[in-house]
């Protein structure tokens, strides 16, 4: 047995002091610019991010965005942001301590922040709350989204062309409608350029592990798929890709450096314009609460850095899709759409509405596998 | 695979099936050899009676150090040279406070995993965009050109038959050699092994130091090899799962390299299994390494005497020659 005297408790405590001091430096709050001399007081901005900022992909998109907001306002604004808060009673002590720092805007940048939120944005009638992929409102707290699957049509139309096995892998995170959406439409995509073409899913139940991502692709292209997508947060899909000689796309951020020789495009998101559309009104007194589900319309969701080896009509086309969606003379979710079963899920003609979207728990034809539920 | 002219479709699919299972034990043995390299550091660690809780930390430390020698010389032996140094000064660290100062193990490793963690965050937070060189893949002449064999053995980085290699020169070591003996005595009595004039508190920390440099080069490994790129937290628990492999492998190097196996190819099964569009709750299947792995170790050491004879009878405890 070991006795533990008083020399080795105070031991004990000087390292785990040491330990903790160290893990407070290594940072988790950064006060991004102190203002400059401010005329008026500047209008203090938080954000709450899931993930490192560092994660390349989701995070890494909304903290540029960031810094766009910064840039856009200059000494109007202050920003700050927390990093990896887990979505768990933690989040909601973080949103409170930013209230009581004297934040007027919030945003919470992940779906489980959504009851937290709500909590907190009760108490604080003054501030306004943004919630990024959640469905409940209040009087201060509203919801955006990106429709990502926009992003996930044009990269099946690319992934249709140049398949060779007309099969094709996604390495999916949690199965929410969100990540099944996607994987449908991109499947939709593929078929658009060539009806031949199957989708195999592999689920990691996780949105951010870069080993088990890596296993997951290597499996589906032992399966024969040759190009693969992701709907999970990392770089390790593309870098797959790469290293087996095979292609695939950045998610979220653009992630051409990842895997150069295997990037066929990036589907990233922009969350700028709605950032500086949302402090503005807030600066302007205009800010009322809303849900915002915005796409290529509103310049939140571009594929960028198509390969040079795609076919020119088929970044013809990809261009096309971008000018449909963004004059409302497109429609990705326009039946007929059969499901797996063979079922008609939107019947001839007719335009999912985002209620449909927002509750899609089936895969299309052409989506092999089980929907895990 | 498609069917070419002549034969049979189902034949073709077979032999897809057949290519697809060779890919199968490929991804299987590299996915081992992340888990064996790491497990069986903390194996010389545990030999020697000290448990490192900081294996996850020291991975991902060494992990980060391994990608930035590679980005910055181009050279993967530098990363893996790197990674080790890393996990050995780490290492060091962890046994100078837990040998010589007398700190409690586990509350000194869990910190130094903690540490690890946040620290190699920190300091990578400018290698986030950086990619490596082209990777190499390696193949063994002749060999590597068997059909199926060769795609399932013959095609893996050099660690992977390196580890195998060393394996069996640590079993030769500590278990048949002198300086193997003392070892294993510093672990299971190192009062006695003090009385017989042996240096217990360094024989204990050259071991921690070794452990840290092999759980270095499993890290880096991993962000050079398996996953060539740096995010934070890429390490993903694997430390902590090469941590329980030692004890379920009752301290056994070759059954440490067969539990690693075991949990890679359950691992990749899963996916397999998934990409097969087998009808499995996905949630389930994500549990069956860790469950499987725990079911077979189990099933090899229920023999209470068998664990008592391999668990070094000091593991955990401190050691001071003056007591």
């Known amino acids: ?187 939709m995509g593929a078929q658009s350029v060539n009806p031949k073409v199957k989708t195999k899913v592999v689920w990691i139940n996780e949105w951010f592990n870069p080993p088990k991502e890596t296993e997951a692709a290597t499996a589906l292209i032992n399966g024969g798929a040759d190009v693969l997508m992701q709907n999970t947060d990392s770089s390790a899909v593309l870098q797959t890709a790469e290293k087996m000689g095979k292609r695939a796309f950045g998610w979220d951020s653009d992630m051409t450096a ?53 076919p020119d009509d088929i970044k013809k086309r990809v261009d096309e899709i971008k000018a449909g969606l963004k004059d409302g003379s497109f429609a990705i979710w326009k039946g007929p759409i059969v499901g797996q079963d063979g079922k008609e899920v939107l019947a001839k003609d007719v335009v999912a509405d985002d209620k449909f979207l927002g509750g899609i728990k089936f895969y299309v034809k052409g989506v092999e596998g089980k929907v895990p539920n | 695979m498609r069917h070419i002219g002549g034969i049979p479709i189902a034949l073709a699919e077979r032999e897809g099936l057949m290519e697809s299972y060779a890919l199968l034990i490929a991804a299987t043995l590299n996915a081992g050899t992340v888990l064996a390299i790491a497990a069986l550091g903390l194996l010389i660690n545990e030999k020697v009676g000290v448990v490192n809780l900081g294996a996850e930390g020291m991975m991902l430390c060494a992990a980060i150090a391994g990608f930035a020698a590679v980005v910055h010389t181009g050279s993967d032996l530098a990363g893996f ?13 962890f046994g100078v406070m837990v040998i010589y100062l007398g700190t409690n193990q586990y509350a000194t490793g869990l910190a130094l995993s903690l540490f ?26 002749f060999l590597a050109d ?80 398996y996953t060539p790129l740096w995010v934070e937290g890429m390490v993903a628990g694997k430390g902590w799962i090469a ?26 099964l899963q996916f397999h299994l998934q990409g097969l569009g087998v009808q499995v709750p996905s949630q389930l299947l994500s549990a069956l390494p860790y469950l499987a792995t725990i079911v077979v170790l189990a099933l090899i050491s229920r023999n209470p005497a068998w664990i008592r004879v391999n668990m070094p009878a000091s593991l955990g405890k401190p050691f001071h020659p003056s007591s």
């Not at chain 1, 988790?28 to 500047?42: F, G, L, V």
């Not at chain 1, 390349?56 to 856009?72: M, P, S, Y």
């Open chain 2, 243 to 268: 941590l329980a492999l030692t004890t379920f492998a009752t301290w056994r190097p070759a059954r440490i390299l067969l539990g690693a196996y075991l949990f890679g190819g359950v691992t990749m």
């Open chain 1, 258 to 310: 990842y895997g150069p020789k295997a990037h066929l495009g990036s589907a990233v998101i922009n969350w700028a314009p709605y950032y500086i559309k949302s402090v503005g009104e807030a600066l302007d007194g205009k800010w009322t609460t809303g849900q915002s589900w915005w796409g290529v319309k509103e310049g939140a969701i571009d594929m960028v850095n198509v390969a040079t080896d795609v």
């Open chain 2, 81 to 93: 040279l790197a990674g080790m140094g890393a996990g050995a000064l780490l290492g060091a660290i």
């Open chain 1, 1 to 187: 047995m070991t006795v533990l005297n008083k020399r080795s408790i105070l031991k004990i405590a000087a390292i785990s002091l040491v330990t903790a001091a160290a893990l407070v430096a290594c940072g988790k709050k950064e006060e991004a610019k102190p203002a400059a001399a401010p005329k008026a007081e500047p209008l203090k901005v938080a954000f709450v991010y899931v993930g490192p900022v560092g994660d390349g992909g989701w995070t890494f998109a909304h903290d540029n965005a960031r810094k766009e907001l910064e840039k856009q306002f200059g000494d109007k604004i202050v920003t700050t942001f927390v990093e990896k808060v887990p979505e768990s009673a933690d989040a909601e002590r973080n949103f409170r301590d930013l209230a009581s720092q004297g934040n007027k805007v919030i945003f919470g940048t992940t779906f489980g922040y959504m009851d937290p939120m709500l909590k907190v944005a009760a108490d604080n009638k003054e501030i306004k709350f943004e919630h990024a992929t959640g469905y409940k409102t209040a009087d201060n707290l509203r919801t955006y989204d990106s429709r990502t699957y926009e992003g996930a049509y044009m990269a099946g139309v690319i992934a249709g062309k140049m398949t060779k096995t007309n099969t094709l892998g996604v390495v999916a995170s949690i199965p929410i409608p969100e990540v099944i959406r996607n994987i449908n439409t991109f499947t």
């Open chain 2, 116 to 141: 690890g963690v946040g620290f190699s965050a920190f300091v990578g937070i400018s290698y986030v965009q950086e990619k490596l060189p082209p990777r190499t893949q390696f193949e063994i002449p």
């Open chain 2, 146 to 225: 068997i059909p199926l064999v060769g795609a399932a053995f013959f095609k893996q980085h050099p660690l992977v038959y390196g580890v195998i290699a060393f394996v069996l020169a640590l079993i030769w070591f500590l278990y048949k050699t002198r300086t193997g003996l003392v070892l294993r005595s510093v672990g299971e009595s190192p009062e006695s092994a003090h009385a017989l004039g042996y240096s217990v508190r360094r024989i204990r920390f050259l071991a921690v130091m070794v452990g840290g440099a092999l759980c270095g080069l499993s890290g880096a490994y991993i962000s050079v090899v």
